[in-house]
């Protein structure tokens, strides 16, 4: 069965300071793998994805993320946080081939940038 | 404006009371899934659809049903809502086509069951 682990509830960050949300996965075969985000009572905005190539791929509002093969990871990072990224972050898998295209999300990070 | 809506968007009800939570998307996009918002348990899969007629279960499917008539819409059925049903619900789309896959959200139906 696939699945997605975010390893921490929440990450704090001073403004102007560079952040990561972890995110490591597990799926049969190759991925397709999501960066969504959450602002307070709105649904999920797609950030970025990682369908194949080069394994850094950058997305909206400056973040980018990292997919590492062998560490089955892929973590988001922007280099300088702004106080309008907190929200809710998610990352999420999809099989690449296959009849069979579950959409599996983590249990979500939420991003606490300091001012 | 390329968008997914969901009706209504806030709903209480009582136990074992059928209700019906419609969801339409306005792109032509060929797959369509619903999921539940829980604290501490994030976003999980109720169904999807592949395309018209073709639905599967996610990870929650039980109590709940769907049905793919139309390609915009892809309504969840509740036939006897129970309390444990109680969560925020929201329903996606995206194309199927390759590098693409990246879903659009609606903005939400928070269901209350008493």
């Known amino acids: 069965a696939q699945s997605v682990a975010q390893p921490e509830d929440q990450v704090n960050v001073a403004e102007g300071n560079p952040l990561t949300v972890k995110c490591t996965y597990s799926v049969s075969g190759n991925p397709y793998l999501f960066w969504y985000v959450q602002y307070p009572n709105r649904g999920l905005q797609f950030l970025l994805k990682y369908i194949t190539g080069d394994n850094l791929v950058k997305g909206s509002y400056g973040f980018e993320a990292e997919f590492n093969k062998s560490q089955t990871s892929f973590h988001l990072k922007k280099p300088s946080a702004l106080v309008s990224d907190s929200a809710l972050y998610f990352c999420?898998?999809?099989?690449?081939?296959?009849?069979?295209?579950?959409?599996?999300f983590g249990i979500g990070t939420k991003l606490q940038v300091i001012p | 404006e390329a968008q997914v809506t969901q009706n209504p968007r806030y709903l209480i009800t009582v136990t074992g009371k059928k209700l019906t939570v419609t969801c339409s998307q306005n792109m032509n996009h060929e797959y369509m899934s619903w999921y539940r918002q829980d604290p501490g348990l994030g976003l999980r899969q109720i169904y999807y659809s592949m395309n018209v007629e073709v639905t599967d279960k996610g990870d929650v499917p039980e109590g709940y049903k769907v049905s793919r008539k139309e390609k915009r819409n892809f309504p969840l059925i509740l036939e006897s809502p129970s309390p444990n049903q109680t969560s925020l619900y929201f329903c996606a789309s995206s194309t199927s086509g390759r590098a693409s896959y990246e879903q659009y959200f609606g903005p939400g139906t928070r269901l209350t069951v008493t």
């Open positions: 999420a898998v999809r099989p690449i081939s296959g009849g069979y295209q579950k959409v599996t």
